[in-house]
């Protein structure tokens, strides 16, 4: 999160604006549901009673919440969600600037595929932290990875699944992702 002081000392780039962000979320929800369709006709399974969706607070949120209402409209199934805050399992001083937020994981993750979504992905170690907090609630079938927005600058061998949109960034640009507001749109900050 990016605090109000470092807030004035940044700018603001429109990367995306409505029309376009929603284009992009539309085809990454889209990628998301066919490859969900496929894995349940190759299995000839009826429905998705083995998957599981779980956002990475804070930006996967919103976009887990849109992954489980498409899946809803869609195919009539009512997927079960869930998220991490893996705060505690972060390996660099992030951890010691960010409030710790609860997880939540109302289900037995043992033997489930798991939809794991985020809305930046960069170099990797949210996830990685992620995954391993997932680990802690059980062991799940597969973790596929969902992000919006790939901003590149791998730091550890982890790659997406799914991926709206890449976008070249920076390690002092931070891309900002705003789906829920009533103009979507997607930032590059850029600490000056």
Do not use: W
Not at 122 to 147: C, H, Y
Not at 148 to 164: Q, T
Request: hydrophobic share 40%.
């Amino acid at each position: 999160m990016v605090s109000s002081d470092d807030f004035k000392k940044l700018d603001k780039i429109l990367l995306f604006n409505d029309s376009a962000t929603n284009d992009i979320l539309n085809d990454f929800i889209g990628s998301v549901l066919k490859s969900i369709e496929t894995q349940a006709r190759s299995a000839k399974a009826v429905g998705f009673s083995n998957t599981v969706i779980i956002g990475i607070k804070e930006g996967g949120v919103p976009l887990a919440g849109l992954i489980k209402k498409n899946i809803k409209n869609h195919f009539k199934i009512d997927c079960e969600i869930g998220y991490v805050d893996m705060t505690l399992y972060r390996d660099d001083p992030f951890t010691v600037k960010k409030p710790i937020k609860s997880t939540e994981l109302p289900f037995d993750i043992g033997d489930k595929d798991v939809i794991l979504v985020d809305d930046v992905i960069s170099s990797g170690r949210t996830v990685r932290a992620a995954i391993d907090e997932i680990f802690d609630f059980g062991r799940p079938k597969s973790i596929r990875l969902a992000v919006f927005i790939d901003k590149g600058g791998r730091e550890l061998p982890i790659c997406p699944d799914f991926v709206g949109k890449k976008i070249e960034a920076g390690k002092d640009e931070i891309i900002h992702v705003d789906i829920i507001s009533k103009e979507k749109r997607v930032d590059k900050i850029i600490k000056t």
